[in-house]
């Protein structure tokens, strides 16, 4: 399709320039870090024309070059510099031989960084004092053109699968004669502007407020679901994953992810405004609520409580996308406190997992060979099941497949992407099945005093295994950091791998924060905690603060310094209301209270049915 007239821009003539005369700065970022002369045009891709000859990234215009650039600026040199040899187009470079084929495209930044790229100069968010109804209308214009908005292949044919329909909000003319272009999103350029937002989390806003379109009504809901919830939903998945993991499940506007979607939206709304009054409690919330919470016993047949055996027939009724929304709604748990009915939804989505991963003759090859989105969805099941399973003190649902997948000794770990956890929930799959055995032992360990049969030889034993595991190398020595969403990752799991360690020796010894293998456990935590306050920024700190709740947990519940305590609930209360960690500083502030030793920090976890996650 030909583009619009109005899809390049001239910004202007350059003049020539003579000897000594100051460079221009109205070219992009790219022209003017090779020191080549740009063109100054926007084409529909938001490339100038010199970039988009060599099949590089631009990197958008703006009259003074971003910090961050310049200490970027060797590294995209010397890949410009690489890319242009690599496909014969370097100055005085023999041509000979050289292939007919298209270079391939250039990213000349990590995907995290892409965000980065572009200044929106006419960016005005839609703000609204409260949450509109999920399906409130304003007259839209169809969006033909996205500048730097998302990169989009266009197609004409209604019958195309997979398309969500865009608008541009910006003009409200009548749309009575107008009709939808329909878009194909590819996930690996879903392209987004950094800003940081009121509740003090960096997250990722298009650039400018885009509207999924279900039959053609101006869906705000799910649009902020998309815009704004969605990354802080999963802060260290790669957002060129998002489209084929998440994205996809709320393609259609009447379905029960879809559903899922505005309900995680409406409460994130509902707590930046009112603060830590729980949403479910507000009517309208309430009623979408109920009616998902109908739609899965509908499903499920009865109420989900058992995920073992003969039980599991009643989720194979359960689809893709049924999966994707019921992580949704558990985050809705999380955004609204962190407490309430999550578990039913857990085990739901955990049978889904288990049937999911008994399709090939084992959970490694089913996980390979599953879709990216029910990939996903097993992950984040695992990942919520484990940290579930230290609220409600049993094995958790999918220990066996956990086994399976993430045992060090097991066929495939540490070598197949498909099986890493750690570029999903930011934990290294080994430190996911050390916590779960951590899990495991603590649940035998009290069954075995109850019956008077606990050997303590044969805890120790069982502890070695899993705290040979743990002392493995640390990510922040042994990985290289490329960028901050790896960052972010290696601190995470990091955090995940001490509050382990600190979680076994806690289960082998007690909880007994005098304990000297305890007490050392706790300082290793709180020595990285420093070094996190002394070395990280605050966005990222931020990021694994609310990514780490379990571990700031259980380390607070087992120190007995009172600096170090009063340090952990400010960390806490600084995330805000949105989310679970306010509703955990009060959950630690009863057990500090308490005053009991052994610390009774299970009983009090387990009495306020509050989610880690």
């Given at each position: ?516 293998e305890v007490s050392e456990a706790v300082h290793d935590m709180l020595a990285l905690l420093k070094t996190m306050r002394e070395r990280l920024p605050q966005s990222i700190r931020t990021a694994v603060i609310r990514m780490t709740v379990s571990s700031l947990f259980i380390c607070g519940a087992l120190t007995n310094e009172e600096d170090e305590r009063s340090r952990l ?45």
């Amino acid at each position: 399709m030909p583009a619009p007239k109005n899809a390049i821009k001239k910004h202007g003539a350059a003049a020539p320039k003579g000897k000594g005369q100051i460079r221009a700065k109205s070219g992009c970022y790219t022209c003017r870090i090779r020191r080549k002369k740009c063109d100054e045009e926007r084409h529909p891709d938001n490339r100038c024309g010199a970039c988009t000859r060599l099949n590089i990234q631009c990197l958008g215009f703006g009259p003074k070059r971003p910090d961050w650039l310049k200490e970027k600026q060797p590294l995209i040199i010397q890949r410009i510099k690489d890319h242009l040899a690599g496909n014969g187009k370097m100055k005085n470079q023999a041509s000979g031989g050289r292939s007919t084929m298209e270079a391939p495209y250039l990213h000349l930044l990590d995907d995290d960084e892409n965000d980065l790229c572009y200044e929106s100069p006419s960016y005005q968010p839609v703000m609204f004092e409260s949450p509109p109804a999920p399906n409130a209308t304003l007259p839209q214009t169809p969006l033909f053109t996205l500048d730097a908005g998302l990169d989009i292949e266009t197609y004409r044919d209604p019958a195309l699968m997979n398309t969500f329909e865009i608008y541009d909000n910006s003009s409200h003319a009548s749309t009575s004669t107008l009709e939808p272009l329909a878009v194909s999103i590819r996930p690996s350029s879903y392209t987004f502007d950094y800003a940081a937002m009121d509740d003090g989390l960096e997250v990722y806003q298009p650039l400018n407020y885009h509207a999924l379109v279900p039959g053609g009504t101006g869906d705000f809901l799910l649009a902020h679901y998309i815009n704004e919830v969605s990354v802080k939903q999963w802060l260290l998945v790669d957002k060129s994953a998002l489209p084929h993991a998440i994205y996809t499940a709320i393609n259609d506007p009447q379905g029960f992810a879809c559903d899922a979607a505005r309900l995680l939206a409406s409460i994130h709304f509902q707590r930046r405004t009112r603060g830590d009054i729980p949403s479910l409690e507000e009517v309208s919330i309430r009623s979408q609520y109920d009616n998902l919470r109908a739609t899965l016993l509908q499903k499920s047949g009865n109420y989900p409580t058992n995920v073992q055996g003969t039980h599991l027939q009643k989720y194979s009724n359960f689809t893709a996308d049924d999966a994707s929304g019921i992580l949704l709604v558990i985050s809705s748990f999380l955004f609204d406190g962190g407490q309430g009915e999550w578990n039913m939804w857990l085990s739901v989505v955990c049978g889904y997992a288990k049937i999911l991963l008994a399709r090939y003759p084992s959970p490694h090859q089913s996980l390979v060979m599953c879709s990216p989105q029910d990939r996903f969805s097993v992950k984040a099941a695992i990942w919520f099941d484990v940290l579930a399973a230290i609220t409600t003190q049993k094995h958790p649902n999918l220990m066996n497949e956990i086994n399976h997948l993430f045992h060090p000794h097991a066929s495939g770990f540490g070598t197949t992407p498909e099986l890493d956890m750690l570029d999903s929930m930011g934990c290294e799959s080994r430190v996911v099945w050390a916590l779960a055995k951590t899990i495991a032992l603590s649940t035998w360990k009290t069954r075995h005093q109850a019956s008077g049969t606990l050997s303590i030889p044969e805890l120790v034993k069982r502890s070695l295994e899993i705290e040979d595991c743990l002392k493995g190398p640390s990510l922040l020595t042994s990985m290289p950091i490329m960028d901050d969403i790896r960052l972010k990752r290696i601190y995470c799991s990091e955090m995940f791998r001490t509050s382990t360690t600190l979680f076994l020796r806690s289960v082998v010894s007690g909880d007994y924060p005098n304990v000297p293998e305890v007490s050392e456990a706790v300082h290793d935590m709180l020595a990285l905690l420093k070094t996190m306050r002394e070395r990280l920024p605050q966005s990222i700190r931020t990021a694994v603060i609310r990514m780490t709740v379990s571990s700031l947990f259980i380390c607070g519940a087992l120190t007995n310094e009172e600096d170090e305590r009063s340090r952990l609930r400010d960390l806490l209360e600084e995330e805000g209301a949105v989310g679970n960690c306010s509703t955990l500083s009060r959950v630690l502030n009863t057990v500090w209270a308490h005053g009991a030793c052994p610390v009774p920090w299970r009983n009090i976890l387990r009495e306020e049915n509050m989610l880690l996650v």
